[in-house]
């Protein structure tokens, strides 16, 4: 089955710099890669995602980067701010296929940003 | 708008005892996913109904079940608790239209197995 393998799983950076978080996909019929942010003690939100047909997404502070090829996809956080402190979780979908509702996640990585 | 409404928030059964969740989706939303999380494992996938049809299943034992009515609110139930099931027993509610596929998740449910 699908597998996703997400990277670092901590990350600590100083209030200002970027953060990236990148993540591997196994299955080359993915097609969705959508990023969750859990602040503690709170539910996943969306914060973006993109498509197999487009290689770059931004919106605002964060982008998502997406290497068909290689089967890869990253997280860029710029200008971090402590509200940006979370667990960040990535996934892959295949949309048309049977997978319904099976987001396949990656293991989370914790962002902690000081001020 | 109303988000995903999860039902009860946290509770505490023991060892044997089988427990029942509920979810209420987004207005509109026919397709509920269930999701275990816990730190060891993560975010795991457990079931995903569509008008009242269990359309994927992911790998947990029989003792996991669920259903969804016809108002789109779905529960799942399990039976027999056992330790290991102590986790967050997160729904997420999504359109299932082509493109419209994102799912929005609910607070979770917080379930302990003492």
């Known amino acids: 089955g699908e597998n996703v393998e997400q990277h670092p799983s901590t990350l600590s950076v100083q209030e200002g710099d970027s953060a990236v978080i990148k993540c591997t996909y196994s299955?080359?019929?993915?097609?969705?890669f959508p990023w969750y942010k859990q602040e503690l003690g709170k539910r996943p939100q969306l914060i973006i995602d993109i498509r197999s047909n487009v290689g770059e997404k931004k919106d605002q502070r964060i982008a998502v980067t997406l290497n068909k090829t290689a089967k890869h996809f990253s997280l860029h956080i710029t200008e971090t701010q402590p509200e940006d402190s979370a667990v960040y979780f990535c996934?892959?979908?295949?949309?048309?296929?049977?997978?319904?509702?099976?987001?396949?996640f990656g293991q989370g990585t914790i962002l902690t940003v000081h001020p | 708008k109303a988000g995903v409404t999860q039902t009860p928030r946290y509770l505490i059964k023991t060892r044997g005892q089988q427990v029942t969740l509920s979810c209420s989706p987004i207005?509109?939303?026919?397709?509920v996913s269930w999701y275990q999380q816990t730190p060891g494992q993560g975010l795991q996938f457990l079931f995903e109904y569509f008008s009242e049809t269990q359309r994927n299943k992911g790998n947990f034992p029989g003792r996991f079940s669920g259903r969804q009515f016809s108002n789109s609110r779905s529960e799942m139930n399990v039976s027999t608790l056992e330790l290991g099931d102590s986790a967050l027993y997160l729904c997420?509610?999504?359109?299932?239209?082509?493109?419209?596929?994102?799912?929005?998740f609910g607070a979770g449910s917080r379930l302990t197995v003492l």
């Open positions: 997420a509610s999504s359109l299932d239209r082509a493109g419209a596929n994102v799912l929005t």
């Open positions: 207005s509109g939303h026919r397709s």
């Open positions: 299955d080359s019929a993915s097609n969705y």
């Open positions: 996934a892959s979908y295949r949309v048309g296929g049977t997978s319904y509702g099976k987001l396949t």
